[in-house]
C-alpha cells in the first residue's frame, strides 16, 4: 500500500466532490490499486485552513463545510495559514489546486503550483488560469525537479478529453480538434433551439447554476478560448496565448437566426476549434452552424464534447461532462492515479 498526502488549496464545489470521492471509495482505491490519498491540509480563501499531519477526515471537512462552519473549527495540529505558509510548511507529496480561475493573470494559481513544486510535490488542478497562461514554465519546472503536472480537469471537467489526445490518439496524427468545451453556452442554445430568447435562457441557465450571476466569461467564448489554448499547447505543438484565438461569444444570436439554421438542417453551437495547415495553426471560439448530421449536433444541454480529426483514424468524438461537483472531483483522482502509477514503476 503506497500512501500520499494530499492538500487541497480551494475547498468549493470541487474539493468537496474530491473530499466525497476519498469519503466513499478509499476502500475500494485501496483494494484495486493499492494506494491511499490522505487529506493533511485544505486551504480556502472564504472556508478557513487546517493542517494536520495525521491526516483530516473527509467527512469532517465535508460536513463542515455543509454547515457554513470555519474549517479552523475542525480538531488539527495547526488553524490559520494562508496558502503560501500551507504550502510551504505541510510537507504534503500532491497538491489538488482547485482556486478560482483568473484567465487575465493566472493568479492566485500560478503562484501556488510553482510553490508547491519548488516545495517538491506534484500538483494536479481544474484550473484553467496558470495552464492556459504559463503552463510552458511550470511544465518545465515540474520535470527539472522529477515531478508531475496533472490537468486533465483544465478542458473536459472528468472527461478525459487531454489523456485520449496525448496519450491514445498520439500517433494517429491529430489535424484539426473542435469542441463544446463550455456547458453554459451549450445549454442556452440548446433552450434557444428550443424556443427561449436569450434572456430566458440565460436565466433559466443562472437559476440551475450552469451560469453565474456574471455569465461574462462563458458566453462572451473566454471561457472556451482558455481550454483551447490548452488544448493547442499541450497536444498541438503550439505556443500560443489567448490573444491567439479569434473569439466570439453568442450575445449577438437571435431567434431568427436559430430557426433560419434549424430550417436548413443545422444547428448553433458555440465552437472551440484548432486546425493544422501546413505549418500554421489556427484557433478560434465562434458560434458556428453545424449539419445536424455533424457528431457535435445534438450534444444538448450542459454537455460536453469533442471531435478530434485525425490521418489514421478519421474523426473520433468523445462526450461527457464538463462540469459538476463529483465529476471534475474525479479528473484531480484520474491525475493522481496517474501519477501513482508512474511512480510504481
Request: without cysteine; hydrophobic residues 45%.
Given at each position: 500500500m503506497?500512501?500520499?498526502?494530499?492538500?487541497?488549496i480551494g475547498f468549493g464545489n470541487v474539493g468537496q466532490g474530491l473530499a466525497q470521492i476519498l469519503a466513499e471509495r478509499s476502500q475500494e482505491l485501496a483494494e484495486r490499486f493499492g494506494v491511499e490519498y490522505k487529506i493533511t491540509a485544505v486551504c480556502d480563501l472564504l472556508k478557513g485552513s487546517v493542517f494536520d499531519p495525521a491526516g483530516l477526515s473527509p467527512a469532517a471537512l465535508l460536513q463542515a463545510a455543509a454547515q457554513g462552519q470555519p474549517l479552523s473549527s475542525l480538531p488539527a495540529a495547526h488553524t490559520g495559514w494562508d496558502a503560501q505558509r500551507t504550502l510551504q510548511e505541510c510537507g504534503a507529496d500532491i497538491l489538488c489546486e482547485m482556486s478560482y480561475t483568473d484567465l487575465k493573470t493566472g493568479q492566485p494559481a500560478i503562484n501556488h503550483v510553482e510553490t508547491a513544486l519548488k516545495a517538491g510535490m506534484h500538483v494536479v488542478t481544474t484550473n484553467k488560469g496558470p495552464i492556459a497562461l504559463d503552463y510552458p514554465r511550470l511544465a518545465a519546472l515540474a520535470q527539472e525537479r522529477g515531478l508531475e503536472l496533472g490537468v486533465e480537469g483544465t478542458v473536459m471537467s472528468g472527461t478525459p478529453a487531454l489523456r485520449l489526445g496525448s496519450e491514445l490518439l498520439a500517433g494517429a496524427g491529430i489535424r484539426k480538434i473542435q469542441g463544446i468545451f463550455n456547458g453554459t453556452t451549450n445549454y442556452i442554445l440548446t433552450r434557444m433551439a428550443a424556443g427561449d430568447s436569450y434572456t430566458a435562457a440565460l436565466a433559466e441557465a443562472q437559476r440551475l447554476g450552469f451560469a453565474e450571476a456574471d455569465p461574462t466569461g462563458d458566453v462572451e467564448g473566454f471561457d472556451a478560448a482558455g481550454k483551447v489554448v490548452i488544448l493547442a499547447n499541450l497536444l498541438?505543438?503550439?505556443?500560443?496565448?489567448?490573444?491567439?484565438?479569434d473569439r466570439q461569444g453568442i450575445t449577438a444570436l437571435t431567434p431568427t437566426d436559430i430557426e433560419q439554421a434549424e430550417s436548413q438542417g443545422q444547428r448553433w453551437k458555440l465552437i472551440g476549434s484548432l486546425e493544422k495547415k501546413d505549418d500554421r495553426l489556427t484557433a478560434s471560439v465562434q458560434p458556428t452552424r453545424v449539419a445536424h448530421s455533424h457528431p457535435l449536433a445534438g450534444v444538448s444541454g450542459a454537455t460536453n464534447a469533442i471531435t478530434y480529426t485525425t490521418d489514421l483514424l478519421g474523426d473520433v468524438t468523445l462526450i461527457g461532462p464538463g462540469a459538476g461537483r463529483l465529476e471534475t472531483g474525479y479528473a484531480l483522482l484520474e491525475d493522481m492515479l496517474a501519477i501513482h502509477r508512474r511512480q510504481s514503476n
Open positions: 503506497r500512501t500520499y498526502s494530499i492538500v487541497l498541438m505543438g503550439a505556443h500560443i496565448t489567448m490573444q491567439d484565438v
